[in-house]
C-alpha cells in the first residue's frame, strides 16, 4: 500500500462508499461502479495490490487477476448486452492497475471512436460532462444486475 495512491486509499475506504459504487469484491480485485454511466454498466476494476504495470504483477496473481477481469466483462455483457466491450489498462493518472470495462451502446453516436475523446470534452464542457454521467437506469439498479450476473455465475469472493 502506498499512502499517496488514490486507488490504495479508496481500497482502505470500502466501508465509507456508497453501495452503488463497490460492485464486487473479488479475492485480487474489487469492481466500482464508474461514474460515466451514459456507457451503462461502465465498471471500474482495481487490483487489490499495487502494481504499477501488469508485467510488474507476480505471474500467478496476474493470472487470476485477469481471469476476473474477464468474469466481470461477461457480467456486464449479460447484463447490459452492449454492441461491444472496451477494455483498457492505461493508468497515466494512477498508476495503480485497473481495468477500465466500458459497454460501448449500439446508438453511441460515437461507436467507432475510443470513449477518452468524449471524456477528454467532458473536462473542458460541463454540459458533456452531465450528459456522460447521465444514467438511463438508477446507478444502485445498474450495479444491482451486474452483481445479480456475478451471482448467477458464482464469481469468485475474497
Ligand atoms: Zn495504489
Same mark, same amino acid.
Given at each position: %500500500?502506498?499512502?499517496t495512491c488514490p486507488?490504495?486509499?479508496?481500497?482502505?475506504?470500502?466501508?465509507?462508499?456508497?453501495?452503488? &459504487?463497490?460492485?464486487?469484491?473479488? @479475492?485480487?480485485?474489487?469492481?466500482?461502479?464508474?461514474?460515466?454511466?451514459?456507457?451503462?454498466?461502465?465498471? *471500474?476494476?482495481?487490483?487489490?495490490?499495487?502494481?504499477? =504495470?501488469?508485467?510488474?504483477?507476480?505471474?500467478?496473481?496476474?493470472?487470476?487477476?485477469?481471469?476476473? %477481469?474477464?468474469?466481470?466483462?461477461?457480467?456486464?455483457?449479460?447484463?447490459?448486452? @452492449?454492441?461491444? %466491450?472496451?477494455? &483498457?489498462?492505461?493508468?497515466?493518472?494512477?498508476?495503480?492497475?485497473?481495468?477500465?470495462?466500458?459497454?460501448?451502446?449500439?446508438?453511441?453516436? &460515437?461507436?467507432?471512436?475510443? *470513449?477518452?475523446?468524449?471524456?477528454?470534452?467532458?473536462?473542458?464542457?460541463?454540459? =458533456?460532462?452531465?450528459?456522460?454521467? +447521465? +444514467?438511463?437506469?438508477?446507478?444502485?439498479?445498474?450495479?444491482?444486475?451486474?452483481?445479480?450476473?456475478?451471482?448467477?455465475?458464482?464469481? @469468485?469472493?475474497?
Amino acid at each position: %500500500m502506498l499512502p499517496t495512491c488514490p486507488l490504495c486509499d479508496k481500497l482502505n475506504r470500502l466501508h465509507e462508499l456508497p453501495a452503488d &459504487e463497490l460492485v464486487w469484491q473479488f @479475492p485480487h480485485s474489487v469492481a466500482f461502479l464508474g461514474p460515466w454511466q451514459f456507457y451503462t454498466g461502465y465498471c *471500474v476494476l482495481v487490483a487489490r495490490q499495487h502494481y504499477p =504495470e501488469l508485467h510488474v504483477m507476480p505471474s500467478s496473481q496476474r493470472a487470476v487477476f485477469l481471469d476476473e %477481469m474477464v468474469v466481470l466483462t461477461q457480467a456486464i455483457d449479460f447484463a447490459f448486452q @452492449p454492441r461491444k %466491450m472496451n477494455l &483498457e489498462s492505461l493508468g497515466n493518472q494512477v498508476a495503480h492497475l485497473h481495468w477500465h470495462l466500458f459497454p460501448r451502446r449500439a446508438d453511441d453516436p &460515437e461507436t467507432r471512436k475510443a *470513449v477518452w475523446i468524449a471524456l477528454d470534452r467532458a473536462e473542458r464542457d460541463e454540459a =458533456e460532462k452531465q450528459r456522460l454521467q +447521465a +444514467a438511463s437506469l438508477a446507478r444502485t439498479e445498474i450495479a444491482s444486475r451486474i452483481r445479480a450476473a456475478l451471482n448467477q455465475m458464482a464469481a @469468485p469472493t475474497p
